[in-house]
């Protein structure tokens, strides 16, 4: 016959209440400055661990501090489990010497034995770490207490605060007399839930020498005032209770429980998840340490640094894209994967990130359209977005990229930095030469902030001054489009595109020719007819890299009549302009031209001699121009 033990817990605490040490721990310390604390920021759970700072930026010293466990009495043990947690990105100690113990004593405190140490050669930094620890080889009944120990054997003054935190301790065996139920958070459905909707809670409850007689969750919105919802089996040892929806942005703080046939009673730890999704912006105006719980769309990858947005403009000046730094979101996203993430708010040389506790890929899709930006808009309104810059060259033309390299660019507005990273293609690659285009995703280190193209395909023709002739184009008549077009590779194909209702599509054309000076010429036969004529141009690389050109938005005239043209080089025209008319005339007898709306109403008389021109503000209309009989229908916009 084979006997199976079920461990319960002997000892838990968690380090939130306000009281420290805990009630029946106890602290020693031999130096005011290293000392176990109380510590609420950079915590591994909840809102409170307990820490101790290994290295003061103000102050150095040597000596001493312990944190003492109450005795916890047993049968059998099984092990001890606590999490540990070396915040920030600092090296653990100030000095290789220093080392945190992890002691074990059976007569009361009298004597010690080492169970487990931690020194500068085994830290794992910034990430919490579980330690389980097996104590099988100590036979009870007896009673044992357990030691946490700081020695700080340096007398050296760092650049930056250091701290060592430890939460979650655990302490499983047998205990003496009856043994209470034993009760584990399996988790939530949904893992990501909105404001309006309620949510399972799902664990296990046993009982190794009983039954389990009732279960339960106890729920807050607040953190303090707690109600009580009854949990339903399911099979076997598992429960659920629902949680109903909370209505607003926040967490749900949350704790299971059940009690056994002897009336003993167990409660899990304390658990939290957030309900609702803030948006990127609202995101970074958290404090760095705070928790968050957002929707966004992948738009670049810089090794595991994951670039994430979920608009393409910045909202009130504050970015709209933030990094994800974790190689397991890195591993499961491409760019247009849309994801859940919850997480804690990070800064790594300023730059803002999140630390992700938990995420869900939702969707796949295309990587959202970059925002335009100049060299000067590189900076905290667009970080962690992606962005384009247009029309920008080479301070110094860098030859074939090197991977972990700056370059410098320029544009009309300043310079910045655009940065090639080991994590991509584009180191090795013969950089691109001229005027160019580039997108990528906006990074900072330190002070600076950084450029990244994810591909060497990030970087693209560039199409400008896109222009028509004449202007405004006349409605029936010929137009002839021209571009600046820049390509390093050559280019491929170029089109036109033109609609007066771009709803129902564009009409597309071929250039005419493209120029040594990389003009490029399109005709329009015949103007639609509408109120405005939308352009833009399309240039493809020998890398079938696509660029668009602005939408260039040309009103259309209705065209005018001329009264008279009586000799070449004399001439009498009305056109259409902005907020008004231009009347250009070169004449050998003097005219006088009359102004009317469309109800009759003169609204002005110019008189033509010679050569000259006149413009007349006008508000939007349609309006007749007279010379004894109608030169022309001219429409104002």
Do not use: C
């Amino acid at each position: 016959m084979m006997l199976f033990v079920v461990a319960t817990t002997l000892l838990y605490e968690d380090f939130e209440s306000t009281t420290f040490p805990p009630t029946g721990w106890d602290s020693t310390y031999t130096n005011y400055y290293i000392r176990w604390l109380r510590r609420t920021s950079g915590v591994i759970f909840g809102s409170a661990s307990a820490g101790i700072i290994t290295g003061k930026s103000s102050y150095g010293d040597t000596g001493t501090a312990t944190l003492i466990t109450p005795p916890v009495s047993y049968a059998s043990l099984d092990s001890l489990v606590f999490y540990y947690k070396f915040p920030g990105t600092q090296p653990p100690f100030a000095e290789a010497g220093d080392t945190i113990f992890l002691d074990y004593s059976l007569d009361g405190g009298t004597t010690w034995t080492v169970l487990w140490y931690i020194d500068s050669a085994n830290a794992i930094i910034n990430t919490p770490v579980r330690i389980s620890l097996p104590l099988t080889s100590l036979a009870g009944p007896d009673t044992v207490l357990f030691r946490w120990r700081f020695v700080d054997q340096s007398t050296t003054t760092i650049g930056q605060n250091r701290y060592f935190l430890i939460d979650s301790v655990t302490v499983l065996g047998t205990p003496l007399g009856n043994v209470p139920p034993d009760v584990n958070v399996v988790g939530t459905d949904p893992l990501f839930p909105d404001t309006n909707t309620s949510v399972a809670v799902l664990f296990t409850a046993s009982d190794p020498d009983g039954s389990i007689t009732g279960a339960w969750v106890a729920y807050s919105f607040d953190g303090s005032t707690f109600n009580v919802v009854s949990a339903t089996p399911l099979s076997g040892d598992t429960f659920t209770a629902s949680i109903p929806a909370r209505g607003s942005y926040g967490k749900v703080y949350y704790t299971v429980a059940a009690v056994d046939n002897s009336g003993d009673t167990t409660a899990s730890t304390l658990n939290y998840y957030i309900a609702g999704f803030l948006k990127v912006h609202e995101v970074r105006a958290l404090a760095v340490g705070d928790t968050a719980q957002t929707k966004v769309t992948v738009v670049g990858k810089i090794g595991s640094a994951v670039y994430v947005e979920d608009t393409t403009v910045p909202i009130g000046g504050v970015s709209s894209g933030i990094v994800i730094y974790s190689s397991a979101v890195k591993n499961a996203t491409d760019t247009g994967y849309v994801l859940y993430v919850r997480g804690e708010l990070t800064e790594y040389r300023n730059l803002l990130e999140i630390s992700p506790h938990a995420f869900e890929v939702i969707d796949s899709g295309a990587t959202p359209l970059p925002a335009y930006i100049t060299v000067a808009d590189m900076g905290e309104t667009y970080e962690g977005m992606l962005v384009a810059i247009r029309g920008f060259t080479w301070v110094s033309y860098p030859g074939t990229f090197s991977a972990n390299t700056n370059y410098d660019i320029q544009d009309g507005s300043g310079t910045g930095v655009l940065r090639v990273s080991s994590a991509t293609d584009v180191g090795g690659n013969l950089a691109p030469d001229g005027v160019l285009e580039v997108w990528g995703v906006l990074g900072q280190y330190n002070t600076t902030y950084q450029m990244y193209p994810r591909y060497i395909n990030d970087f693209s023709p560039y199409v400008e001054n896109v222009l028509i002739t004449p202007n405004p184009p006349v409605a029936g008549s010929l137009a002839t489009v021209t571009a600046k077009i820049y390509d390093f590779d050559s280019l491929g194909t170029v089109l036109l595109h033109y609609s007066t209702d771009t709803t129902a599509g564009y009409t597309t054309a071929a250039p005419d020719s493209i120029a040594p000076d990389s003009t490029v010429y399109f005709t329009i036969a015949s103007v639609p007819s509408g109120d405005t004529l939308y352009v833009k141009v399309e240039a493809h690389d020998t890398r079938d890299r696509i660029t668009f050109s602005f939408l260039s938005r040309f009103p259309i005239s209705l065209g005018t009549g001329v009264e008279e043209r009586p000799a070449e080089g004399h001439y009498l025209r009305v056109n259409s302009v902005p907020n008004g008319l231009l009347i250009q005339w070169s004449v050998k007898e003097t005219k006088l031209l009359k102004v009317y709306d469309a109800s009759g109403r003169l609204y002005d008389v110019v008189e033509v001699k010679g050569k000259g021109s006149r413009r007349i503000t006008l508000p939007r209309g349609v309006y007749f121009v007279r010379n004894g009989k109608e030169i022309g229908r001219v429409v104002v916009r």
